[in-house]
């Protein structure tokens, strides 16, 4: 190859090169502004008036002096610093301890007090019923520790016999339906609120006077006797039969949030367990009747009134 034609080869591949570098530098336009201007590039003067440089040695502290700490120099008078002994010192949080306990005592001493039980009341509360005596007394044990009156008996529920625990007697409902709020707090339970058996009528007839002569002594009458209903034994109304069980609880929570007695049962049908809510008992079906209407009205369920148990 002439050398000529190769030199102009060379150049014309230079020339290309430089077009690919540069042209589009070209086309672009300049570079975009930093923002920085006017940056002073002059060192300032150097500092006026003499500078001496002095090398420290790295050393390990000495001991502490007595009566003070590295560093300190000691007191010409010769007296020690003042220190304080935290031994004996009174933590911190001791007050505020002190002041919670005393606060707590205060909180049980002002709740208030449960309503005294009456011998010839007419209402308990039911909390259970147990398939053994040593299971009946230890769930007394437990309510009596909770400042509960319960007691144990017995009773025969389908042909077996079973113990129940009971609280009271109260002369009023509502004074036991107080009392069923607290046990129901005490554990698992089914506390409701039972009306015991009508007591027979007795004879009112006045004594005869100590002083006056009694030459004849008239026999007293005796009254009728009234049939005695067995325990639990009245009318209830249902408000409905759940196969979940949580559902059945919630209604039972909701009736008595409500103000009445509530309870609930179990029973086997064809399609299963169903557990059923009811308010109650009652002794008669009128109360019952009345009851269902009270609860139609305050909870919107429409309940059905069946003899129980």
Known sequence: MDSG???????????????????????????????????????????????????????????????G???????????????????????????????EVESAEAEAASAPALPATVAGGDYVVHFGSYGSSVSADTVVNRLRGEQLPAERSTATVSGKQVWRVRIGPYATRAEAETVRLRAAQVGSNDARVVALDATPARSAAPAASATAPAPVA?????????????????????????????????????????????????????????????????????????????????????????SHP
């Open 5 to 67: 034609l190769k030199q102009r080869l060379i150049g014309a591949a230079v020339l290309i090169a430089l077009a690919v570098i540069f042209l589009p530098m070209l086309v672009k336009g300049p570079a975009p502004d930093s923002g920085v201007s006017d940056l002073p590039l002059e060192l300032p003067d150097e500092p006026r008036g003499e500078t001496v440089t002095r090398d420290l040695p790295l050393l390990a502290p000495g001991d502490a002096p007595d009566g």
């Open 69 to 99: 700490a590295v560093g300190m120099q000691a007191r010409p008078d010769g007296n020690e610093l003042a220190t304080v002994d935290t031994a004996d010192a009174p933590h911190p949080d001791a007050a505020d301890l002190a002041s």
């Open 218 to 306: 008239a026999a007293p009458t005796p009254a009728p006797a009234v049939p005695a209903a067995a325990p639990d034994v009245g009318f209830v109304v249902q408000l409905g039969a759940f196969s979940n069980a949580v559902d059945a609880g919630a209604l039972r929570d909701r009736v008595r949030g409500a103000g009445f007695t509530a309870f609930t049962d179990t029973v086997a049908t064809e399609k299963g367990t169903l557990t059923r809510v009811k308010a109650g008992p009652v002794l008669s079906r009128a109360e019952a009747e009345r009851l269902k209407a009270q609860l139609q009205g305050k909870t919107g369920v429409a309940g059905m009134v069946r």
